[in-house]
């Protein structure tokens, strides 16, 4: 008996080794040439481990990469541009200043006038040159098809003054143009026949890197394009896969495969403590972690009670416990723009006692269980949260029930949150919006009884009559001045309560050279700059 | 038997069309429009409640069919699938038989992997804790069962990966489906499924040990290789149901490890789309799992049919019945 338990073990073992059989120092690294189509890579393949990745090659990673390649598809640019594939006219820098980038420069001819000069040297993939009807025709085709694009574009009207200049006529006067065209949905594309965007073969953009290979939601390889007009950059070519899980993409960054890891979870923070193998790179965004009220609930109707919500808020401890002390705290929604950083505490320090004093002004006293009643009914408050902001939730549910309000935290998919939305049956709930735009249009989408992200049926007169103002404002220094009015009033009104920026954290590779951090790093991981050094 | 197969074939394609008028059903309850999520995720600026935005969203519902009724819409879908058609997935656009073709292959070979160990190391190790009841390797392989059935699979694919992909280097994190990337993925699965097996070979052989045949076997003399043969022989039925049902599971449910170990596998893509309210494809996966579910149980009928000769002869029997 005990010569079958060792034969039965030894093909056990066998078995085992079988599947063992790929165990090794697996890097992959796979041969594409230009123009290849897309070849999922599901497909069982036989890459050797022996492979080594090339010096040359960067591994870039991130929670999800593009579904298609069409730039005018709700967040496919983004990708684009991020990987240097398709480029703008103009793109902020990492001080917030827009600067020229395929754009040669621009200049404001009069109050709605503006010219744009574009580089003669640039061309396409294709080798078509970019010149003022490529570009204009781009731009009208982002007008026609993509939403998000629309807005920007707005009051915008272009024509061709020569091969390499275009004029930009406003309806506005002083309109922010190389602000609003720096939107990355207004990637540069060639929109000529064959190019249609639904494969490799029907993809056109100026970017120092070409797409050579693509599987949607999995893997996008690139490789360097050497017509290209500016500087050339030295990696030869760049992988960007999508690691869905935020602890595999954790571990991904720390085993070193990776040179940049983009989505790490600020949970992870400590797992990088020491480590050789890579660094957070942590700027704060330009967005505010905002918790929208939902002003036809009874109990937030009263001005009061909202802005008790606020002062009753410790948000040096929600930024600790929510966001693993990576974000800093702001109490106003433009204060996550760099441009707004003088508003960025400006009202809502932390006051218990000021919020307490609130509660009972506003008729809400505090009962023997710890809950504050009016009129027989506790104040209670359901925060709806989804995503990254579980423990945001769970914190402000702690910092809020200290108050006398009986909250309730209810975590779970978007859907939920849109769906309470449709209906009205929801108090608050937590979103993050880029603060980092045309002020005028960012506050008119948050503030204005038309506003896209007016969730909480917000309609304060004055704030209207600041918003109608900073719309037509002429100046720079008006607009800024009005932004600021507008910020403080709708604090007095406090139809939103705004935490922090939400974290994005970078894991970058002690191998890496020249990487930026940016306020916007979601469009600015690559730059012709990155080296691997040994 | 042909009798037999096709009675059960009839009975698989009405358990599959209730199977999609459920699965129709259930999704559209789910809460969230799918073009809204795609077209509304937070960005920039805000879009909604605008003219153009309300245009888009009800242009993009009529291109899909999904501003017409649930009964027109299910209806369209049913003839669709009919004709073996999945749809285009609403965030891709791309066709869901191709996104699943895609995919099939490297679930298929973790399922294949993962029900080998289960399967080897599930008889193996049962076999020995049988045959060694009550004592030391006994109690061991116990643990062992007890540890991995009772810690969750993420818990012990992620120290797995810190420890091979991390700390050692011998495991590689990326996208990619080949067959370095298999064995750590597949030894997760492994043990995660193992236990049971090994718990049930160990339980059905101790039993069949106790049965009277076997004890008539031991008077009888006959060597004790033999009189594992035959007890084994008779713990296999249930063995043959556990590893249909574990690898209908590993197909269809390997979400865990797929997300984990980012394996571009079915159930990540299924995942993925759950969340994106991705209708098309919801559907098309949900209608191949069941399809899968069905044929896998057909097949153990089948199976149980050729190996259970008592099955075989009842089925004869009950032939003889009908002739006269």
């Known amino acids: ?534 | 038997m042909c009798k037999t197969v096709f009675r059960r074939l009839i009975g698989a394609v009405i358990t599959l069309f209730c199977a999609t008028l459920v699965l129709f059903i259930i999704i559209r309850l789910a809460p969230g429009d799918p073009i809204e999520i795609m077209l509304g995720r937070p960005g920039d600026l805000a879009i909604k409640n605008t003219p153009a935005y309300e245009a888009r969203v009800a242009e993009l519902h009529a291109q899909l069919g999904l501003d017409q009724d649930m009964l027109t819409q299910y209806g369209q879908w049913l003839k669709r699938l009919v004709s073996l058609e999945l749809g285009t997935s609403i965030h891709t656009g791309r066709e869901v038989s191709i996104e699943i073709a895609e995919r099939i292959p490297a679930t298929l070979m973790l399922s294949l992997a993962a029900i080998l160990i289960q399967l080897v190391s599930g008889v193996v190790f049962g076999i020995i804790s049988a045959i060694r009841a009550g004592k030391i390797l006994d109690h061991v392989i116990r643990l062992f069962c007890v540890f991995f059935a009772s810690v969750p699979a993420f818990v012990i694919g992620l120290v797995l990966l810190m420890f091979f992909a991390v700390t050692y280097h011998i495991y590689e994190i990326s996208g990619d489906a080949n067959i370095y990337r298999l064995w750590l993925p597949a030894i997760t699965l492994g043990l995660v499924g193992a236990p049971q097996l090994i718990r049930m070979v160990r339980a059905n052989i101790l039993s069949e040990l106790g049965q009277t045949y076997i004890v008539s076997a031991i008077s009888r003399g006959l060597p004790k290789k033999q009189i594992m043969r035959h007890a084994l022989k008779n713990a296999m039925l249930p063995i043959v149901t556990m590893m249909a049902l574990s690898f209908t599971n590993l197909i269809a449910g390997s979400v865990v490890i797929e997300s984990i170990f980012s394996w571009p596998g079915i159930g990540n893509y299924a995942m993925n789309s759950v969340l994106l309210h991705d209708y098309p494809v919801i559907q098309g996966y949900a209608v191949i799992m069941v399809s899968v579910v069905i044929m896998a149980n057909l097949l153990v009928e089948l199976l149980y049919m050729l190996i259970d000769p008592r099955l075989r002869k009842r089925s004869r029997l009950e032939r003889g019945l009908e002739n006269e």
């Open chain 1, 1 to 534: 008996m005990k010569k079958s338990i060792t034969t039965a073990l030894v093909l056990a073992l066998c078995a085992c080794l079988f599947l063992l059989s790929g165990c090794g120092g697996a890097s992959t690294s796979e041969s594409s040439t230009p123009g290849t189509s897309a070849s999922p890579s599901t497909e069982p393949s036989t890459t050797s481990p022996d492979e080594v990745v090339d010096n040359r090659e960067l591994r870039i990673a991130g929670r999800e990469i593009a579904v298609g390649l069409n730039p005018t598809v709700p967040i496919v640019a983004d990708y684009l541009v991020n990987m240097g594939a398709g480029e703008l006219l103009f793109k902020a820098n990492a001080g917030g200043i827009i600067e020229p980038s395929l754009a040669a420069g621009v200049e404001e001819i009069d109050p709605t006038t503006w010219e744009i000069k574009l580089r003669p040297e640039a061309c396409f993939w294709s080798g078509k040159p970019v010149d003022a009807d490529v570009v204009i025709d781009s731009l009208e085709h982002s007008r026609e098809t993509d939403l998000k694009a629309q807005p920007f574009l707005e009051g915008m009207s272009f024509s061709k003054l020569d091969d390499y200049t275009i004029q930009v006529k406003t309806t506005l006067e002083h309109l922010t143009v190389p602000l609003n065209l720096s939107y990355l949905q207004l990637v540069i594309h060639n929109v000529e026949p064959p190019y249609t965007y639904e494969d490799l073969n029907t993809i056109d953009f100026t970017g120092m890197y070409k797409i050579v290979e693509f599987v949607p939601k999995q893997r996008m390889v690139f490789e360097v394009n050497n017509e290209y007009w500016g500087q050339k950059p030295t990696i030869e070519r760049i992988i960007q896969e999508e690691i869905g899980d935020e602890q595999t993409r954790t571990l991904a960054a720390l085993s070193g495969r990776y040179h940049v890891v983009m989505n790490i979870p600020a949970s992870s923070m400590a797992q990088f403590a020491g480590s050789n193998v890579a660094q957070i790179s942590a700027v704060p965004p330009a967005n505010t972690e905002t918790i929208y009220l939902n002003l036809n609930q009874p109990q937030l109707q009263d001005y009061r009670v909202r802005q008790a919500l606020s002062w009753g808020l410790d948000r040096d401890e929600l930024n600790l416990l929510g966001a693993e002390g990576q974000s800093t705290p702001v109490t106003t929604w433009l204060g996550s723009n760099p441009a707004f950083s003088e508003a960025k505490n400006t009202f809502f320090k932390y006051d218990f006692d000021k919020a307490s004093a609130l509660l009972d002004e506003a008729g809400w006293t505090l009962g023997g269980d710890g809950i504050r009643y009016k009129d027989g009914m506790p104040l209670t408050l359901r925060l709806m949260t989804w995503g990254v902001d579980k423990a945001l939730g769970e914190a402000l549910q702690n910092q809020w029930s200290k108050l006398g309000i009986q909250a309730t935290v209810q975590h779970g998919d978007y859907g939920l949150i849109e769906t309470a939305r449709g209906t009205g049956d929801w108090d608050a709930f937590i979103e993050a919006w880029g603060t980092f735009g045309n002020t005028a249009s960012l506050l008119k989408g948050q503030y204005s009884p038309a506003g896209g992200a007016n969730y909480g049926g917000y309609d304060d007169e004055e704030t209207n009559q600041l918003l109608d103002s900073l719309s037509s404002a002429s100046d720079e220094t008006e607009r800024h001045e009005l932004a600021i009015l507008i910020i403080e009033r709708v604090a007095k009104q406090s139809p939103v309560i705004c935490v922090y920026p939400r974290p994005e954290l970078t894991a970058v590779s002690t191998s890496l050279d020249g990487f930026t951090p940016h306020f916007r790093q979601f469009e600015n991981v690559i730059n012709s700059n990155l080296r691997i050094v040994d």
